[in-house]
């Protein structure tokens, strides 16, 4: 069974530019997810979809970031414009959910490692 | 609002030897709880998980313990091995609140050969 799969793995930009990032889930997964891991921290939830609907995107900082999962099955992040702090790895993530056994668990992807200068 | 907490930034075992990492949480809602292990440059990969119905889940080397009146999980490893080696972080989260996970910030495991 493929994992999931994201592009690019690195991206270095300037701040105020624009960036996207590209995921694609396990196969059959309702529910993807999209992290911010920042150096030395744990994932921090950025935005939860369920199908093609938005669940939870209450720590997306909405002025700068957007995401979209058309058709339920790919998606994508967009950073416009970037800031210094928006330095971080982005992980994509999914699941099987949303109920059952199991459910809950979350099978990430590699992660894009974004630099901001 | 730290809801999960791994205090131990870092842990070094001999090779063969048991591992501990520890976790604690504040919320008491939270029916599940996972363990993840990352490699540098790879995401985080699943572990074990268990459910807050339960206090002890095993497979393999690795063994989770829950102490829910403590609000403390656990994980062990026996026996450790090179491999082993990573930053491991324990997550917990709700059904009701849609899966979504909180993560704490970290363990990173050196294994000794």
């Known amino acids: 069974e493929a994992g999931v799969a994201q592009s690019p793995r690195y991206k270095i930009i300037e701040k105020r530019q624009s960036v996207a990032f590209w995921c694609n889930p396990i196969?059959?997964?309702?529910?993807l997810y999209w992290y911010q891991q920042i150096l030395g921290q744990g994932p921090k939830l950025l935005i939860q979809?369920?199908?093609?609907?938005?669940?939870?995107d209450s720590q997306l900082p909405k002025d700068r970031f957007s995401a979209e999962r058309l058709k339920g099955v790919d998606s994508t992040l967009k950073i416009q414009p970037a800031k210094l702090e928006d330095s971080a790895v982005y992980l994509c993530?999914?699941?099987?959910?949303?109920?059952?056994?199991?459910?809950?668990?979350?099978?990430f992807g590699p992660g894009t490692r974004l630099t901001v200068t | 609002d730290q809801q999960v907490k791994q205090n131990s930034p870092s842990l070094s075992v001999q090779e063969g030897r048991i591992s501990i990492l520890n976790c604690d949480y504040t919320?008491?809602?939270?029916?599940?709880f996972l363990w993840y292990k990352k490699y540098p440059a790879e995401g985080p990969t699943f572990l074990i998980s268990?459910?807050?119905?339960?206090d002890k889940n095993e497979d393999g080397r690795f063994t989770v313990f829950l102490n829910k009146s403590a609000k403390h999980l656990s994980l062990h490893i026996v026996p450790s091995q090179p491999g082993d080696s990573a930053v491991y972080f324990c997550?917990?989260?709700?059904?009701?609140?849609?899966?979504?996970?909180?993560f704490g910030g970290g363990t990173r495991v050196l294994v000794k050969p």
């Open positions: 993530a999914s699941s099987p959910g949303p109920s059952g056994l199991h459910s809950y668990e979350q099978y």
């Open positions: 196969s059959g997964h309702a529910t």
């Open positions: 979809f369920q199908n093609n609907g938005v669940v939870d």
């Open positions: 919320n008491s809602m939270f029916d599940y």
């Open positions: 268990i459910s807050s119905i339960k």
């Open positions: 997550a917990a989260g709700t059904q009701a609140a849609g899966n979504k996970l909180t």
